[in-house]
């Protein structure tokens, strides 16, 4: 399995922020995305993830309810927008991916375990 992220590297406090995360080589049809992030100095965090098979997202964290997570599996695609980007939202954002699995609930510690990692996208916010 391979994941790229891409998107804006640098957003303006209260503005919305657009994340991609490109996807192949998964041998199975059912598969997890999530979605992480790792703020300067603490550990790496769950966002949210959304599953292949029912396109179902779940989401997780003290940015639940400024984030949405959407697949366009037709592009081998899965977004992240955050809306009203906060300065503690800076960070390395990374995507994941567990292949052959289907579950509905943000599941961090099964991604740190068995998870495919894309290497990370930096994004700055500025005041």
């Known amino acids: 399995v391979q994941l790229v992220e891409s998107g804006e590297g640098l957003v303006r406090a209260g503005e919305s922020l657009k994340l991609s995360c490109s996807f192949s080589g998964f041998t199975f049809d059912d598969f997890v995305i999530g979605w992480f992030r790792r703020a300067p100095g603490k550990e790496r965090e769950g966002l949210g993830c959304?599953?292949?098979?029912?396109?179902?997202?779940d989401y997780t964290g003290p940015v639940k309810g400024r984030i949405s997570i959407s697949g366009d599996y037709d592009k081998s695609t899965v977004h992240l927008l955050m809306s009203n980007v906060k300065p503690e939202d800076a960070g390395v954002y990374y995507c994941?991916?567990?292949?052959?699995?289907?579950?509905?609930?943000?599941?961090?510690?099964?991604?740190?375990?068995?998870?495919?990692w894309g290497k990370g996208t930096q994004v700055t916010v500025s005041s």
């Open positions: 959304i599953n292949s098979i029912d396109r179902s997202v």
């Open positions: 994941a991916a567990i292949d052959g699995v289907t579950f509905g609930v943000m599941w961090p510690e099964k991604f740190e375990q068995v998870g495919s």
